[in-house]
């Protein structure tokens, strides 16, 4: 299964102050909005995205169709099929794209920890 960028989603409280911290680790806003409570950050190839007040836990995030530059795959995964290889593998995702559309959706499951991982297609 090609799944795309790979990057963690951390749930934040202050967005600015983390911001300020991943700077010092040497992270540089690589995209997102800061006045809207998200940001991407990106140091060489490592990506995290930060997320004030949009969801409770940090995930896992996969983006097919994008490399880690946000740059458009010449071949991926589409979200549809990587969900249908789930569920056939018996993992049940708690949010579903819907299989008769096409383009940007995504899906979610749970890992046996309790971890959360996003596979959100933007394209």
Do not use: C
Request: charged share 25%.
């Amino acid at each position: 299964m090609k799944l795309g960028a790979f990057s963690i989603s951390l749930a934040v409280k202050d967005i600015a102050a983390s911001r300020a911290f991943y700077e010092k680790l040497g992270f540089t806003v690589f995209g997102g909005n800061q006045d809207q409570r998200w940001l991407i950050m990106k140091n060489e190839t490592t990506l995290i995205g930060l997320f004030q007040g949009m969801f409770e836990k940090n995930m896992l995030t996969f983006n097919p169709g994008w490399d880690a530059d946000a740059k458009a795959l010449a071949s991926f995964d589409d979200v549809r099929e990587i969900q249908k290889r789930l569920k056939a593998s018996d993992v049940a995702p708690f949010a579903e794209a819907d299989e008769t559309t096409q383009g940007p959706a995504h899906i979610m499951v749970v890992d046996p920890d309790g971890n959360q991982i996003l596979i959100d297609q933007h394209r």
